[in-house]
């Protein structure tokens, strides 16, 4: 694959804010915002208020003027695709509980990994009840498991795979497809065009990356598999005689002392990547490399494939790093998003033990998220929307 070199861009994220709308008011505490149908605010707040022996934590969900809770936790806050629809997970008494605009299912010991298919008609997400885990698609539910993991809509919605444990082996599940046992089973992708599903599986202790009917390894470990966008591409990390590979393809960068955070560019020249080189990690994007850094993840592109974003671990704490853009410092950086104009930069931070959505405006940084390319943030107590 010929790799062109990405110039790290030296802009701050500006947004410019035309017929911007104010459309609600709050003095909560908002740890994660949204919206539905481009105009109604969804947020996600706590309160803290000390009862007779202890201090109690409350959690709410507000979507417009309706106000959801208290709840014990909510996580999970995930849109349809259409941005229609507001799914999250919400605990009640130690049990989860699934709500999907008015339906409400459990009550589940726990859950993950909650997905809309490409379409939005299917909510899927495994489920663990009694012990077991079942994978829960709109209506149907397959199961009893001992374990499920990893699960992933083809780009057209109509397969769903899946990686599911049974009697202490593992396995790949697509459809009404079953490829297996394996030891273990990982990161599995769709090619752009639905036709390829590509994962890791551990074979008597060495691990292969299976794409389609071909077979790459043995290798000592397998890690984050990528197609590139025009599906012509797989890229992965692999691990071999204790040193780390990237390989893209027929091509092959390292030694190196790890791998991780692999991205494409938007138009598949540039295969970006981070790279623990003497105890220290770098980012490298075709021939650029920044860094040192303590720790590195989180490598995305802008639309247009001028700006890598990713978090950055200096001195025990983790920052934004975009461009010259850095925000920080916090407990935690994660699943970074740029909206469909690149302009606007969304991502989660982890201060004292709660996790927050983040929006860079203008280099100041507010709660808030893009949906379905509407931009919603919080400024004063006020709540905006663009």
């Not at 208020?49 to 409350?58: A, D, N, P």
């Not at 008609?121 to 149907?140: C, M, P, V």
């Not at 204790?242 to 030694?255: D, F, R, S, T």
Request: net charge negative; proline share 4%.
């Amino acid at each position: 694959m010929k790799k062109t070199a990405i110039i790290f861009c030296l802009l701050m994220f500006v947004l410019k804010l035309h017929a911007q709308e104010i459309v609600g008011t709050t003095t909560e505490d908002i740890l994660q915002i949204g919206v539905i149908d481009g105009k109604t605010p969804v947020y996600v707040s706590k309160t803290i208020r000390e009862g007779l022996i202890s201090t109690i934590v409350e959690y709410y969900v507000t979507i417009g003027k309706e106000k959801a809770g208290p709840y014990d936790d909510v996580g999970w806050l995930t849109f349809s695709p259409d941005g229609k629809t507001l799914a999250y997970g919400a605990k009640i008494d130690n049990k989860w509980y699934l709500i999907a605009g008015k339906e409400k299912a459990g009550p589940y010991d726990v859950f993950w990994d909650l997905q809309f298919s490409p379409d939005g008609k299917t909510l899927a997400y495994e489920a663990k009840i009694d012990n077991k885990w079942y994978l829960i698609a709109g209506k149907e539910k397959a199961g009893p498991y001992d374990d499920v993991g990893w699960l992933t809509f083809s780009p057209d919605g109509k397969t769903l795979a899946y990686e599911a444990k049974i009697d202490n082996k593992w396995y790949l599940i697509a459809g009404k497809e079953k490829a297996g046992p394996y030891d273990l089973v990982g990161w599995l992708t769709f090619s752009p065009d639905g036709k390829t599903l590509a994962y890791s599986a551990q074979i008597d202790n060495n691990w292969y990356v299976i794409a389609g009917k071909e077979k790459a390894g043995p290798y000592d470990f397998v890690f984050e598999l990528r197609f590139s966008p025009d599906g012509k591409t797989l890229a992965y990390e692999a691990q071999i005689d204790n040193k780390w590979y990237l390989i893209a393809g027929k091509e092959k960068a390292g030694p190196y002392d790890d791998v991780g955070g692999l991205e494409f560019s938007p138009d598949g020249k540039t295969l970006a990547y981070s790279a623990q080189i003497d105890n220290k990690w770098y980012v490298i994007a075709g021939k650029e490399k920044a860094g040192p850094y303590d720790g590195v993840g989180r490598l995305t592109f802008s639309p247009d494939g001028k700006t890598l974003a990713y978090r950055a671990q200096i001195d025990n704490k983790w920052y934004l790093i975009a461009g010259k853009g850095k925000a920080g410092p916090y407990d935690g950086v994660d699943e970074l998003e740029f909206s469909p104009d690149g302009n606007t930069l969304t991502y989660y931070t982890k201060i004292e033990g709660e996790w927050y959505t983040k929006i860079l405006i203008n280099g100041k940084e507010y709660i808030g998220s893009t949906v379905n390319g509407v931009v919603i943030y919080v400024d004063n107590g006020t709540i905006y929307i663009k």
